[in-house]
């Protein structure tokens, strides 16, 4: 399958890997297929790209790459995903990036809204945790975290 992108033209994808967001992106009406783009150039980021709209992409890391004391309780996505009986190890975990600076030091994560993916049902959600101690705007190149 063939997926028209802003950031990188066409790019061909198995229909496999397309990942399903059932609720849709919060804030993103309508936006509910996305694929996870690999870049050799861009690694550790991944593109989170909308498989529906060319022009909606989201950069995303692992936190545990910056933060690995990041946790979150996944329990409520995975009752709310009806995800209980799949593998956990199936599930990942992203940040979304805000990369609005060239300044590395101002380049943050949400920490708040962690993208879970479930890869072996090829379904997503982007949690809410509610009552945390993280940042929306974490610093992920912060000089006294790294």
């Known amino acids: ?38 870049r050799e150039e861009s690694r550790p980021f991944f593109w989170y790209q909308s ?32 995800w209980e009986n799949d593998k ?16 590395p030091e101002e380049i943050t994560a949400n920490l708040m809204g962690p993208l879970v993916i479930n890869m072996q049902k090829g379904e997503a959600v982007q949690m809410v945790v509610p009552n945390c101690s993280y940042s929306h705007k974490y610093p992920i190149f912060r000089r006294d975290h790294i």
């Open 1 to 38: 399958m063939e997926i028209k992108t802003k950031q990188f033209g066409i790019v061909r994808c198995e229909e496999k890997k397309i990942i399903s967001m059932p609720g849709g992106m919060p804030g993103f009406s309508g936006t509910r297929r996305f694929i996870v783009l690999t």
């Open 51 to 82: 498989v529906d709209d060319p022009d909606l992409a989201f950069v995303i890391i692992n936190p545990y790459l910056f933060k690995p004391d990041y946790s979150v309780d996944l329990q409520p996505c995975i009752r709310e995903m009806l």
């Open 88 to 103: 956990i190890e199936k599930l990942k975990v992203y940040v979304i990036v805000n990369a609005a600076s060239d300044n």
